[in-house]
């Protein structure tokens, strides 16, 4: 998988002149952050970080990605609407997972009072590593979908220009004119535009829920914008705005500070760490709401670990999506191998296969956001540990993809200039608006790849380990 660029980077003195035009040109077209000692203010901001180069991707695998994209935004909606489905399988996770029995709680009381939302939002992004089997053929493996705040999205939007720029001065215009237009901010726009004129008020606002520190908001701005560039007005709350201001009519509208929410847009509230009881007092005001909501919670129910490990179950995509066979397969193709760690013999054995072999495998909590994932030594000592405890079915475990190693250059601010040897993980955006029970909109709405230093096992780029790459097609 070698991209044509290996020559350039043993030559030093071009590799700084292409680092110094890289970090311009990439604050020149917006791919920006805010500061870690001033997360909440951009009064000085800096580039978010990226590759030097684009990375390599086998064009057969890029294209398997974007074809089973709509497939795996039909099976989200398909769990998210089987009651009996996420119940039976989160029935052990709930038991010691608090903070996935909580949204399970909120789930069946807004079950009970019977849905106001007539009008489904989804926008998930599937993750996938190119895995170097035995035969050492690279084969596409799913890492994770997440269907929860899902970023990214605008500012690689932004990215495969940095990076055209880059080859272009190395005096690689032909490779640069091969890198892929890719515009997910604008695919994510138009599925909240669409949720939002089917939510039928020209007079009602998006609703952002954001979180209290926004290091990412140039992320947000470019899907913000898109909006904007459509009249469609965009407001930015947190859940303590809508625990103090958030109220609903007898018909179940939502409004924030006098105005009616059409769609509420989460890039807040996947993790613990979220939410206090007024946080969770407010999201249960949001469910029980008229207004799109970006996951409801039963959609980011259906993006949980333990979810993705009993779809690998024989049998279980069949009974999700009768009748779609070509889907099926283009979806199981995708999947690594995942195991459960439930109280019981098949739990037992597969525990003791870890603890046995921990470089095989990943232990995974419930948990989004990156760098929670468990490996090696560390996963051989929380198995031991829990290994004969209920806590251990909080957990799934999947094997270690392997994927092939590229030296490139990361250039973070403040950093040094230095060749590491990297991998990618690959995550397609997809978008689908449902109405009552007609599909109204279903796509693949663009592209991410992630590039870190084979040191560090987890983590995105929000949490400061990967940086954001173009895929170079070969």
Not at 192 to 208: C, D, H, N, R, T
Not at 317 to 334: C, D, N, V
Not at 377 to 397: A, F, G
Not at 439 to 450: D, I, P, S
Request: net charge negative.
């Amino acid at each position: 998988m070698a991209a044509p660029w290996e020559g350039v980077l043993r030559d030093e003195p071009a590799i700084q002149e292409a680092a110094s035009v890289a970090v311009d040109a990439a604050l020149l077209e917006g791919v920006l952050m805010r500061t870690e000692r001033e997360p909440n203010a951009s009064d000085v901001v800096n580039y978010a970080p990226f590759t030097l180069l684009p990375s390599a991707v086998p064009s057969a695998l890029f294209e398997q990605a974007y074809a089973v994209q709509q497939d795996f935004n039909l099976l989200v909606d398909a769990i998210s609407q089987n009651k009996e489905f996420l119940e039976r399988t989160l029935a052990s996770t709930i038991k010691v997972d608090d903070f996935t029995a909580q949204l399970f709680r909120i789930h069946m009381q807004v079950l009970e009072e019977g849905l106001s939302q007539s009008v489904f939002l989804g926008i998930n992004r599937s993750d996938y590593m190119f895995d170097c089997g035995v035969d050492g053929m690279p084969a596409l493996k799913q890492i994770e979908i997440n269907t929860i705040a899902a970023s990214f999205g605008g500012l690689t939007s932004r990215t495969a220009a940095v990076h055209g720029r880059v080859l272009k001065m190395l005096g690689k215009s032909e490779e640069a004119s091969r890198l892929l237009p890719n515009n997910p901010s604008k695919g994510l726009a138009l599925g909240i535009a669409k949720a939002w004129e089917l939510y039928g008020s020209q007079s009602a606002v998006v609703m952002f829920l954001v979180e209290e520190v926004q290091r990412n908001i140039f992320d947000q701005r470019c899907i913000e914008n898109e909006l904007w560039n459509r009249n469609i007005r965009v407001i930015r709350k947190r859940f303590r705005d809508v625990f103090e201001k958030g109220s609903l009519d007898d018909a179940k509208r939502l409004y924030i500070d006098g105005q009616e929410v059409a769609v509420v847009y989460y890039r807040e509230g996947y993790v613990p760490k979220n939410y206090d009881r007024q946080n969770w007092e407010a999201r249960l005001l949001l469910e029980r709401s008229r207004a799109v909501k970006c996951p409801d919670i039963a959609t980011q129910l259906a993006g949980t670990k333990k979810v993705q490990q009993e779809l690998s179950r024989p049998g279980t995509l069949e009974r999700l999506l009768p009748g779609r066979t070509e889907a099926i397969a283009r979806i199981r193709a995708t999947f690594a191998g995942l195991y459960s760690l439930d109280m019981g013999e098949e739990g037992d054995k597969i525990a003791a296969a870890a603890i046995a072999d921990p470089d095989r495998f990943v232990l995974k909590p419930q948990r989004e956001g990156g760098g929670n994932n468990l490996y090696g030594e560390e996963l051989r000592q929380v198995l031991e540990k829990i290994r004969d405890s209920p806590e251990r079915t909080s957990y799934i475990l999947m094997d270690k993809i392997k994927p092939q190693p590229a030296m490139n250059y990361l250039l973070r601010a403040h950093s040094p200039l230095q060749v590491s040897e990297c991998i990618s993980e690959l995550g397609i955006f997809g978008v689908y608006v449902r109405q009552d029970k007609e599909m109204v909109m279903n796509k693949a709405a663009g592209h991410l790849l992630r590039t870190k230093a084979i040191e560090h096992a987890d983590g995105g780029v929000a949490a400061g380990v990967a940086v954001l790459d173009s895929p170079y097609l070969v």
